[in-house]
């Protein structure tokens, strides 16, 4: 008698802990390795994650992957240059996050990408959670290309190239 009043309690209890989940409120979700260190970089921003899109893509950062559109937008916004990590097996992680500026200005979900290495995050995007939105990707705290760098864009591209394309092998 005993185990199934013990039974029908931790059923109990397991369903009001299911159950005090709202749609759209987050459930924690265990963290591991270097998802920890992705977390506690978003936290340490003040940023409230409310949902995990998990492990995005791998890569080795090499000279020749900053040719690539999608790996330029996203190194012309750290604070690090590229060029610290090469040779370095970079992973990035997603989340949506709530408390971020691009969500007070945009009135949006924030979607940010942490990027980890050797365990450590070391930078970060950010861009609007939404389907109808597109462009080049925000710093982590949701700053533009010209704004963190005082160039336009074109200017910012003749410089990058002239670092890191084609003719800066010769």
Request: glycine share 8%; charged share 25%; aromatic share 12%.
């Given at each position: 008698?005993?185990?199934?009043?013990?039974?029908?309690?931790?059923?109990?209890?397991?369903?009001?802990?299911?159950?005090?989940?709202?749609?759209?409120?987050?459930k924690p979700?265990?963290?591991?390795?270097?998802?920890?260190?992705?977390?506690?970089?978003?936290?340490?921003?003040?940023?409230?994650?409310?949902?995990?899109?998990?492990?995005?893509?791998?890569?080795?950062?090499?000279?020749?992957?900053?040719?690539?559109?999608?790996?330029?937008?996203?190194?012309?916004?750290?604070?690090?240059?590229?060029?610290?990590?090469?040779?370095?097996?970079?992973?990035?992680?997603?989340?949506?996050?709530?408390?971020?500026?691009?969500?007070?200005?945009?009135?949006?979900?924030?979607?940010?990408?942490?990027?980890?290495?050797?365990?450590?995050?070391?930078?970060?995007?950010?861009?609007?959670?939404?389907?109808?939105?597109?462009?080049?990707?925000?710093?982590?705290?949701?700053?533009?290309?010209?704004?963190?760098?005082?160039?336009?864009?074109?200017?910012w591209k003749?410089?990058?190239?002239?670092?890191?394309?084609?003719?800066?092998?010769?």
């Amino acid at each position: 008698m005993r185990k199934l009043c013990f039974g029908i309690l931790l059923v109990l209890v397991f369903m009001s802990i299911g159950c005090s989940f709202r749609p759209g409120t987050h459930k924690p979700h265990l963290y591991r390795g270097d998802e920890k260190a992705a977390e506690a970089y978003i936290h340490s921003k003040g940023y409230l994650i409310t949902s995990y899109r998990g492990e995005l893509n791998t890569y080795t950062l090499q000279k020749s992957l900053l040719r690539e559109t999608w790996c330029a937008q996203v190194w012309s916004v750290q604070s690090e240059p590229p060029e610290n990590y090469f040779g370095r097996e970079i992973t990035t992680y997603g989340f949506v996050v709530e408390k971020h500026p691009l969500s007070k200005k945009l009135h949006l979900p924030t979607e940010v990408n942490i990027m980890v290495t050797d365990g450590r995050a070391i930078g970060g995007y950010s861009f609007p959670h939404s389907d109808q939105m597109t462009g080049a990707a925000y710093s982590l705290e949701g700053k533009e290309l010209e704004e963190l760098t005082g160039l336009t864009y074109t200017d910012w591209k003749d410089q990058w190239d002239e670092k890191y394309g084609d003719q800066a092998d010769n």
